[in-house]
């Protein structure tokens, strides 16, 4: 219990404290009208209230990542507590902040755009392609989860389909509703019912951490209980726990998702209540999650350690979708019949709105690359139609294999905002004074975004060679993973300091 009080102590303090040094380091102007304002168009740039912006840009990023991710992270051991924590102060928090704002800056520009305005017409092209695959995978994965909740909510028989049990039917549904979501402005189906889902997934969080402090205090998994690896699959601690707990400390997807609310915001006053506060509730979920996994399955009197029982939990329901089964058993003996469903509710909509929203930023994306009109609803099913054949095919794929893919390039991504908030920040420390350049208020600013690129290059270049969806390299030669992960991340730095005279004169 005291490993989680000081943790939830901490994503508290790290909003106040460190997010209003982002705030003061990016430099916001009240006085500058948002695009929500200025490109007013009735269809995705509308003016919304603070308040339900922040709830839709909760509900948005949350997804299945700060709970399936933070379930399946609490394997490794309590060291997925001090990811959640500094990962979501100094990683995630920083990184949805700077890709909203610097969305903002730049009339609501969706992802390519505003990394390839700093990192290069080929970086563009490069996210181009890498996005829309990104956002594809995760819509796979956010219908996927859901639909297998929904069917053991409603003890449906589910269909053998290529390998692995569909619920077709509840997924049938969900497909149909991501038709409308995509295409419908932002206000008619988003902006009106999304603030009501995620009181209903912060409700649901709050639910589970008054019984867990409750009645299970000391059952709870401690930092001295050692941070060593726990997992029995023989993948290391690093990089793994670092992709697997990705929505929960820092995830790339956010930064898609930051441009649609980027285009509602009418004052850059609320940039980092949305951004960096809706993570912050985020990595708090997360939080409650993993703890929640890692002491449900505890039993005091037999001597079995919680994460221990989930691991035998999971090794009892080998080929199925152990964060859903957690998910309902959890729910369901800790909140009563009544609770727990809705809870389950909450846990459902949370992925099956972002899934929606990944595909209408696709759609912007897509509309971008082809310089596509959205206002007339033709347009948007032009490019919508291509999207959900492609999600459609890929839920032939074993949910599983989907979900890895899609950690990984969701890690990528957060790796190229990253960079590109890093030189954006640093051509915000200099200003042009009598025909000189002189250094602002903030000298060294762009280190809150060059700390976390690095690291995260680490974990996204070491995941790819080591992972068993990669290169899969054996036990013996991992070290050969980490040394080609540490070079290229060095590389990355090098690359940063040698070029950042020619950055600022190209500024």
């Known amino acids: 219990m005291i490993t989680f009080l000081i943790a939830l102590v901490a994503l508290v303090v790290g909003f106040v404290l460190y997010g209003t040094l982002v705030e003061k380091i990016f430099g916001i102007e009240p006085e ?25 840009q909760f509900l948005n990023i949350a997804g299945l990542g700060p709970i399936f991710g933070a379930i399946m992270g609490i394997f490794y051991g309590p060291a997925a507590f001090l990811w959640i924590v500094f990962g979501t102060i100094f990683a995630g928090g920083v990184h949805d902040f700077m890709s909203g704002m610097m969305s903002l800056r730049q009339n609501g520009a969706s992802l390519p755009e505003l990394v390839g305005s700093q990192l290069g017409g080929g970086v563009k092209t490069l996210l181009r392609v890498f996005t829309p695959i990104l956002l594809t995978l995760l819509t796979t994965t956010f219908l996927s989860g859901p639909a297998a909740l929904l069917q053991g909510l409603c003890e449906l028989p589910s269909v053998f389909v290529q390998g692995h049990m569909m619920p077709v039917m509840w997924v049938a549904i969900i497909f149909l509703y991501y038709i409308f979501a995509t295409v419908l402005p932002v206000d008619k189906l988003i902006g009106r019912f999304y603030p009501l889902f995620g009181a209903i997934l912060l409700f649901m969080g709050v639910g589970i951490m008054i019984v867990m402090l409750g009645w299970h205090a000391g059952e709870m998994p401690e930092l001295t209980d050692g941070l060593h690896n726990r997992q029995t699959n023989g993948l290391p601690l690093f990089p793994m726990m670092f992709v697997s707990i990705a929505c929960g400390a820092v995830s790339g997807f956010h930064a898609t998702q930051s441009p649609l609310m980027a285009r509602c915001i009418t004052n850059e006053r609320q940039g980092r209540w949305i951004f960096y506060g809706a993570m912050v509730c985020e990595g708090i979920l997360a939080l409650i999650w993993a703890a929640g996994a890692g002491t449900f399955f505890a039993d005091p009197e037999n001597g079995v350690y919680g994460i221990d029982g989930l691991q035998a939990f999971a090794a009892a329901h080998k080929g199925e979708n152990i964060a859903a089964l957690v998910v309902d058993r959890l729910s369901r003996s800790w909140l009563g019949t009544v609770g727990g469903i809705l809870a389950i509710v909450g846990v459902i909509a949370a992925p099956v709105t972002s899934g929606d929203t990944a595909l209408r930023s696709a759609r912007l994306i897509a509309a971008d690359i082809f310089n596509l009109p959205q206002k007339k609803i033709l347009n948007r099913f032009i490019i919508a139609i291509p999207l959900f054949l492609c999600v459609f095919g890929l839920l032939f794929v074993d949910f599983n294999v989907v979900w890895r893919y899609f950690a990984w390039t969701n890690q990528t991504m957060a790796v190229f905002t990253l960079w590109a908030a890093t030189l954006f920040l640093y051509k915000q420390e200099w200003k042009l004074e009598s025909g000189r350049l002189e250094k ?22 070491s995941y790819i060679l080591i992972a068993p969806e990669g290169l899969s390299l054996s036990v013996e030669h991992r070290w050969i993973g980490y040394l080609i992960a540490g070079l290229v991340t060095l590389g990355c730095l090098v690359g940063f300091v040698c070029g950042r005279k020619r950055t600022l004169a190209n500024a």
């Open 32 to 56: 500058r009208k948002t695009p929500a304002l200025t490109q007013t168009d009735g269809v995705d740039y509308v003016p919304m209230k603070p308040w339900r912006i922040f709830l839709v």
């Open 440 to 461: 602002k208020r903030y000298p060294f600013g762009y280190l809150i975004t060059l700390v976390p690129a690095l690291f995260m290059t680490m974990v996204s270049m």
